[in-house]
């Protein structure tokens, strides 16, 4: 009934898929199932182009078939996208999620649920229950029957249009003619997908997203939050952008909440990415996303607050060839890992994400404190994990991330405000993969300071390189894959090497860690610092506060430097160092 593979069938549990591998032409492979070199237990997409998404647990088809239909709307195709759910796959909360975020856009999109009262183990739950007896039950065999009576007395087109709609309701499998017409009827190619927000007068009304982070009107000492006379203004990372991307054919889609637009990338000769989407989850102003929307608002999906399923539609979306960009904050996108594990990092999906929060976010407190983000990203393999320090590299790093088509990709950008800008470059460029950066300074004892973190302020340079203790250091942008070419070089030519991230333990300290471990360049006496977030949950505070109690400000890299050293005493004055 379906223009396989032209139409897309997204399988939910991968078991379901056995009969699907049988005719499409892997019938005689079907003993060699689960065995190495063999056919895979679920559906798999490098296997057959007939597996256009690849499925190893539940409750992810609907999601992934909502990023088809939406890559084949803008697109302009016409074919048919069919998601296969099963009963047991119904309980999970992330398909109720999907149908939620595919009824609001209308999407052309079809579903259909095996409802066949089997899982892995015996079904269990409501919802399994619940169908049993709904096509059991006496008030719909009744209202059955009444239909029955209603229809003998009717004229025969209505009586006809009644049967049609008597033998549709129930949908059983094994009625191929009546999974025809259902079919027919739900792949009318008048039924476009509408994208984007439906309600143009929405942005006009008070969001409660303006009002979930409010900040006092006065600080601590009771003075006003504005620029005092003489200081230098603090900036936003999201305003610096603001003000550099007002015409819509310059607006960019940037990190740092500078999640902002596309703009016409160089390799494609001037011409505007038409792939580009951005996808958000509840939080359009906060990462940035509302901008993009103002001027591409068919290509911008905030699908509420319901990670799990942006990030699964947003791997279906890269797998039919669009370049989405996932924005949601550290601390929330720790709520999907099951997904970019399973459904974006096993496949190699050319999903961005962009993870604002990164870090210590001061008066948000523990909940919002984007600290694991480094440590269960690196981990994945493939993946590629990068920082900027201000905004020129963040305009480089987002030029990066449309050019990676082969894996998935993450940016982390931290929240709260930066010292001055620098400005933004005319030209923006993809930076090498694994590239650092040598930071210019005086030799201070022969001791390297190696970073990784998006910070601004006391952790981010500032401090440091007033009190002037950066010899020959390297910033990071990349915590993978590591500029190995940078740490070699650092780690021999320097007694003392120091990572400093704005991270949990296991990141990008430890991976460099366990770089110079194989390298063998522990052996001849290099001393490595790894400085890291404590291991407890900090409550919210002033920024510097926050770095000050983690050990993460100047004077504390500065003692952890002389302490390397065997100069305690020079760390101990150091540390009372204002």
Not at 178 to 200: K, N
Not at 266 to 286: F, K, L, N, W
Not at 357 to 379: E, K, N, P, W
Request: proline share 5%.
């Amino acid at each position: 009934m379906f223009d396989t593979p032209k139409d897309k069938i997204i399988w939910d549990v991968g078991h379901q898929a056995y009969p699907h591998k049988i005719v499409t032409g892997r019938r005689d492979r079907m003993r060699t199932l689960r065995q190495g070199g063999g056919l895979s237990g679920f559906t798999k997409r490098s296997e057959s182009e007939y597996d256009p998404f690849g499925a190893a647990h539940s409750s992810t088809s609907i999601s992934a078939g909502l990023g088809f239909a939406v890559a084949r709307d803008l697109k302009g195709e016409r074919n048919n996208v069919v998601a296969v759910i099963g009963d047991g796959a119904m309980s999970a909360g992330m398909a109720y999620e999907a149908m939620n975020n595919a009824g609001a856009m209308d999407a052309r999109l079809i579903v259909i649920l095996n409802d066949n009262d089997m899982s892995i183990a015996p079904p269990v739950g409501a919802m399994s229950a619940y169908l049993a007896r709904l096509v059991s039950s006496r008030p719909y065999r009744g209202l059955r029957n009444l239909g029955k009576k209603i229809a003998s007395v009717l004229p025969r087109p209505m009586k006809v249009a009644a049967g049609r709609a008597e033998e549709y309701a129930p949908r059983h499998g094994h009625r191929r003619h009546a999974v025809r017409g259902t079919r027919l009827l739900l792949c009318r190619p008048d039924r476009r997908a509408q994208s984007g927000s439906p309600d143009p007068g929405a942005r006009k009304r008070p969001r409660h997203e303006e009002w979930a982070g409010a900040r006092p009107c006065r600080d601590q000492e009771g003075q006003g939050l504005r620029a005092r006379r003489g200081q230098r203004r603090q900036i936003s990372w999201r305003d610096q952008v603001r003000r550099h991307h007002r015409r819509a054919e310059e607006v960019q889609l940037q990190g740092a909440g500078l999640s902002e637009g596309v703009r016409r990338e160089p390799h494609h000769g001037g011409q505007e990415d038409s792939r580009i989407v951005a996808i958000t989850a509840a939080m359009p102003s906060g990462t940035g996303i509302d901008l993009f929307q103002q001027v591409f608002p068919t290509r911008t999906f905030d699908v509420g607050i319901a990670e799990q399923h942006a990030v699964t539609f947003a791997a279906g979306l890269a797998a039919d060839g669009m370049k989405p960009y996932c924005a949601i904050y550290s601390t929330f996108l720790q709520r999907a890992y099951d997904q970019v594990v399973h459904d974006v990092a096993i496949q190699s999906l050319p999903v961005r994400f962009a993870m604002d929060r990164a870090g210590l976010v001061g008066a948000d407190g523990a909940t919002h404190a984007g600290s694991f983000d480094i440590a269960y990203l690196g981990t994945l393999p493939n993946f590629v994990l990068m920082a900027a320090a201000n905004e020129a590299e963040l305009v480089h790093m987002v030029a990066t991330t449309a050019q990676i088509d082969d894996r998935p990709s993450a940016l982390r950008y931290p929240r709260g405000e930066g010292w001055g800008t620098i400005e933004r470059p005319a030209r923006r460029r993809a930076a090498p993969n694994r590239q650092g950066q040598d930071l210019e300074g005086r030799h201070f004892h022969r001791d390297s300071v190696l970073r990784h973190t998006p910070r601004r302020g006391a952790a981010g340079g500032r401090e440091i390189v007033r009190l002037r203790i950066i010899g020959d250091g390297g910033g990071c942008r990349f915590a993978k894959p590591l500029d190995t070419d940078l740490i070699r070089r650092l780690a021999r030519e320097h007694e003392v090497l120091i990572t400093v991230e704005e991270g949990a333990i296991g990141g990008f300290g430890s991976h460099v860690m366990q770089f110079l471990a194989w390298e063998g360049l522990l052996d001849r006496g290099l001393k490595v610092r790894p400085m890291v977030l404590p291991d407890r949950f900090q409550d919210h505070d002033t920024p510097d506060r926050m770095y000050e109690a983690a050990g993460l400000d100047a004077k504390a890299i500065v003692a952890t430097a002389l302490n390397a050293l065997g100069r305690e005493r020079e760390a101990e004055a150091a540390g009372k160092i204002a």
